[in-house]
């Protein structure tokens, strides 16, 4: 059975309410996180989080001690990538889609290796702004919706998205993803996360079997690129389609430990 909530929602993407109504539950989650955020803040007097709004934007909350504690599980899942499948003592790695920096902050350091270079890419020019004030330790660059990145070909040991994939279109699918293996090295790895069989359990009937059927299903009538703008990505899809003829080195379909709720992949170039 469908949540009730995805029903409403469906409903308010049809009528062009979606944004509304977004920005007033980006008031109402302000206002309730207000102490707990407080309260954080104080524990760790050392801590920047970045403006509510673009936090809530990337992330739908402003819980601070929420956006430290995911982006330190996520960390460790690229931590753990990178040590199984990448040799060498130096390190580049470039985060597509970083937002307000809640995972690259977290990859100053990464056990037996050396130095580390870090680049955070997105296309919010607000994002890029802020982090670049307040993340010293990573260069960061400003995209557009589409390719290419304002990067070099061959550069990096590792490239990683978290949740980018599942706010494109089919069309955008395919241009990233040849985008991501320009600028990897080539014996780099791609890591990203997908809306697999565990998100699927949202999706409308329609849009359930065109899912089962191994086909990409978009939540459009937005803009793309944000948040409410939904892809959902049956693995079928993702193996014979996006990562045709990549060399696939892991499914996770279960990335609970974490802290997601989407499916990981890792391909190399």
């Not at 409903?11 to 979606?18: M, V, Y």
Request: aromatic share 12%; charged share 30%.
């Amino acid at each position: 059975m469908v949540p009730r909530k995805q029903t409403i929602a469906h409903w308010l993407r049809r009528w062009h309410l979606l944004q509304f109504a977004d920005r007033l539950a980006f008031l109402r989650a302000a206002w309730q996180s207000r102490r707990e955020n407080k309260r954080f803040l104080a524990e760790h007097p050392g801590f920047t989080p970045p403006p509510a709004r673009l936090a809530y934007d990337a992330y739908n909350h402003v819980n601070w001690r929420r956006y430290c504690d995911v982006g330190a599980a996520n960390a460790r899942l690229i931590a753990e990538a990178v040590k199984e499948h990448v040799s060498g003592n130096d390190l580049q790695i470039c985060e597509w889609g970083c937002g307000p920096a809640r995972v690259i902050r977290h990859l100053q350091r990464i056990e037996g290796f050396g130095k580390i270079d870090l680049v955070g890419a997105d296309y919010n020019e607000q994002t890029i702004d802020w982090c670049e004030k307040n993340i010293d330790f990573v260069r960061f660059v400003k995209n557009g919706l589409e390719p290419p990145l304002p990067l070099g070909s061959d550069c990096f040991d590792c490239v990683y998205a978290i949740s980018v994939f599942t706010h494109l279109s089919e069309r955008m699918h395919y241009a990233w993803i040849e985008e991501l293996f320009r600028i990897l090295k080539p014996s780099g790895i791609l890591l990203f996360t997908t809306h697999g069989d565990l998100a699927a359990k949202r999706l409308l009937p329609a849009e359930k079997e065109r899912y089962d059927s191994g086909n990409l299903v978009a939540r459009d009538r937005i803009r793309e690129g944000k948040k409410h703008f939904a892809a959902y990505h049956p693995p079928r899809f993702v193996v014979e389609r996006l990562l045709k003829d990549r060399a696939v080195l892991k499914h996770c379909d279960d990335a609970a430990s974490y802290q997601l709720e989407q499916d990981v992949w890792i391909a190399r170039k």
